[in-house]
């Protein structure tokens, strides 16, 4: 299993960006996926989780307001968008497969991409 994400970039505060996540070499239809980032200095934190029919997500407190997360089944792609960036949103954003069910626990995801790298100016 392979998890590429994509879509981040160097962006200005205020504005939105939607990264995705696509899979290969076996369908994660089955599972769900979640989304962390990792500021520098910084441990590993939690985003946001989706079900395998997205029917079901879950987000860390903090991340409610300004984060969505969906999937598009048939493209084998998660996607995490994100409204009104802000210089903290500043990060590495990685993807994660694993767990049945939807939940923010890392050690529950055994399939990780290399990330994305987010950076929000001022």
């Known amino acids: 299993v392979q998890l590429q994400a994509s879509g981040g970039g160097l962006v200005q505060a205020g504005t939105s960006l939607r990264l995705s996540c696509t899979t290969s070499g076996r369908s994660v239809s089955a599972y769900a996926v979640g989304w962390f980032r990792q500021a520098p200095g910084k441990a590993r934190e939690f985003v946001a989780s989706?079900?395998?029919?997205?029917?079901?997500?879950f987000y860390a407190d903090s991340k409610k307001d300004r984060f969505t997360i969906s999937r598009d089944t048939a493209k084998n792609t998660v996607y995490l968008e994100i409204n009104s960036l802000k210089r903290e949103d500043t990060a590495v954003y990685l993807c994660?497969?694993?767990?049945?069910?939807?939940?923010?626990?890392?050690?529950?995801?055994?399939?990780w991409g290399q990330g994305t790298q987010v950076t929000v100016s001022s």
């Open positions: 994660a497969t694993g767990p049945l069910s939807v939940n923010g626990n890392p050690d529950t995801y055994d399939y």
């Open positions: 989706i079900s395998w029919n997205g029917e079901r997500t």
